[in-house]
């Protein structure tokens, strides 16, 4: 198999910290991960938290210039940050590709039945990120859905929705934060690290 060639895999700095280190080099871990892009460099944080569900569990968070996103499998610990300077998102909303999450003082007005007044004396918060949602909802535990899928491709009653060459590079870059915790070094990594 050949793997599909994702520009951000290039090459790639990377640095791990151990939150935790009497629970074991792979417990409680913390990486950022630095990708050059055609545009500039990319930064993302990845985090693995196997001791607490406290902090938004497991989840890999891509930080931008115009919006953040936090991805895990479990859409509840998913969002969208965008910043207030950042173009309007109004298509996205239309396609129903992005479900806005209301404000503490959205939600406080919505509560009591009254619209903001703007002559009301109260403090804000200025140029407030917005937050926003992935229109999924799951019905089973986000694993369920992976084994169905994978039971289901082995009896040919449908494809694979995650091939091994276009997984394999996340499963590859999980082993190389490993080893940068247990070498205790930032990794430069390259293209070949993550062939199939």
């Given at each position: 198999?050949?793997a599909?060639?994702?520009?951000?895999?290039?090459?790639?700095?990377?640095?791990?910290?151990?939150?935790?280190?009497?629970?074991?080099?792979?417990?409680?871990?913390?990486?950022?991960?630095?990708?050059?892009?055609?545009?500039?460099?990319?930064?993302?944080?990845?985090?693995?938290?196997?001791?607490?569900?406290?902090?938004?569990?497991?989840?890999?968070?891509?930080?931008?210039t115009?919006?953040?996103?936090?991805?895990?499998?479990?859409?509840?610990?998913?969002?969208?940050?965008?910043?207030?300077?950042?173009?309007?998102?109004?298509?996205?909303?239309?396609?129903?590709?992005?479900?806005?999450?209301?404000?503490?003082?959205?939600?406080?007005?919505?509560?009591?039945?009254?619209?903001?007044?703007?002559?009301?004396?109260?403090?804000?918060?200025?140029g407030?990120?917005?937050?926003?949602?992935?229109?999924?909802?799951?019905?089973?535990?986000?694993?369920?859905?992976?084994?169905?899928?994978?039971?289901?491709?082995?009896?040919?009653?449908?494809?694979?929705?995650s091939?091994?060459?276009?997984?394999?590079?996340?499963?590859?870059?999980?082993?190389k934060?490993?080893?940068?915790?247990?070498?205790?070094?930032?990794?430069?990594?390259?293209a070949?690290?993550?062939?199939?």
């Open positions: 198999m050949k599909r060639t994702n520009p951000f895999f290039h090459t790639m700095e990377m640095g791990a910290t151990q939150a935790a280190a009497k629970l074991g080099p792979d417990d409680n871990v913390g990486a950022m991960l630095v990708y050059p892009y055609h545009e500039g460099v990319v930064r993302a944080t990845f985090q693995l938290m196997t001791t607490t569900s406290a902090g938004g569990g497991n989840f890999e968070h891509f930080m931008g115009e919006c953040s996103i936090r991805i895990s499998e479990d859409p509840r610990w998913t969002k969208i940050y965008r910043e207030p300077y950042a173009p309007a998102w109004d298509r996205l909303l239309e396609l129903r590709l992005l479900v806005k999450e209301l404000s503490a003082l959205e939600k406080a007005a919505k509560a009591a039945s009254k619209p903001v007044d703007i002559h009301e004396v109260r403090a804000e918060e200025t407030q990120v917005t937050l926003y949602n992935l229109p999924i909802v799951l019905d089973k535990s986000p694993a369920l859905y992976h084994l169905e899928n994978f039971f289901g491709a082995i009896r040919a009653q449908c494809p694979l929705t091939p091994a060459d276009e997984v394999f590079p996340s499963e590859a870059l999980v082993w934060v490993i080893e940068a915790i247990e070498a205790r070094k930032t990794l430069d990594l390259k070949q690290d993550f062939a199939v």
